[in-house]
């Protein structure tokens, strides 16, 4: 399934929050042509009432794609009109987190093409990355249906076993809010150190998304660019040594941030 297919079509975006929108965005970009979009939103945005898509407006009777994009606890709600798409030619791909294929299945009809992605909210500046896995019936056609969709966001991986999306979550989905914590915490040891607060944070968050940007751009791995900027009795070194401590470091740390957040996702997921 092409963009020329999905323009022929339609494609329903079902919620268009800041991640529907973002989505969007990238896809009238990549040429999608506006009036083969039907956006279902109680409450759209100026972006999305002036780009020239279908609003709240009756929807196709086979789109070739229906994008779920709703909060989780809206599904119940949002789900009932767009049954009558299910066991059909229709793909379903959804970034709602927290519902599983089966879910769906049980709602849609268990013939339904169905491919469920876990983004994360970098994909608003179009640097997300997205994990992807798909039902029998999504079948490699709508693995790539979906992953060229969600390219327009930033980077995308497909699963092995729906499962891994938990451990997704615990990473990519909440990772972002670590990084940002990291930001504050490390604004705030500047500012311990005596520099003012404004530009210990304009050093942060120049320095996270740097190295972040470096960590991408490298063939390197990350564990040598670390090496590369440690020099033997230097100031980083000596840094380091604090931050990985294998008993009160960050790598315990960190193992138990990840771990509790793909722990809270399992059981999201379980209801």
Request: aromatic letters at 2%.
């Amino acid at each position: 399934m092409d963009m020329n297919e999905v323009a022929a079509n339609g494609l329903v975006l079902l919620g268009c929050g800041k991640m529907g929108s973002a989505m969007l965005q990238g896809w009238l970009a990549d040429g999608l042509p506006a009036t083969s979009v039907w956006v279902q939103d109680p409450f759209p945005n100026d972006f999305v009432k002036g780009a020239g898509v279908h609003v709240n407006t009756d929807l196709p009777k086979s789109p070739a794609i229906v994008l779920i994009a709703v909060k989780p606890q809206m599904m119940a709600d949002a789900l009932p009109a767009l049954a009558a798409m299910g066991n059909g030619e229709t793909l379903f791909v959804s970034v709602a987190a927290g519902i599983s294929i089966a879910t769906y299945e049980d709602m849609l009809g268990a013939q339904t093409p169905i491919v469920r992605a876990m983004p994360n909210t970098p994909a608003a500046v179009g640097k997300g990355i997205s994990a992807i896995i798909g039902n029998t019936h999504a079948g490699a056609a709508g693995l790539d249906a979906a992953e060229g969709l969600l390219r327009a966001v930033g980077q995308v991986v497909r699963l092995e076993r729906e499962t891994q999306i938990d451990a997704v979550t615990g990473v990519s989905g909440s990772g972002p809010a670590y990084v940002f914590h990291l930001i504050e915490t490390l604004a705030a040891a500047g500012e311990a150190q005596g520099l003012p607060a404004e530009l210990s944070m304009a050093l942060a968050k120049a320095t996270v998304a740097g190295a972040g940007a470096l960590a991408e751009a490298a063939d390197e791995t990350p564990e040598q660019l670390r090496i590369n900027v440690t020099s033997p009795n230097g100031t980083t070194q000596a840094g380091l040594e604090e931050l990985m401590d294998p008993a009160d470091g960050l790598p315990p740390l960190m193992l138990r941030t990840v771990g509790a957040a793909t722990l809270r996702s399992q059981e999201l997921s379980n209801g």
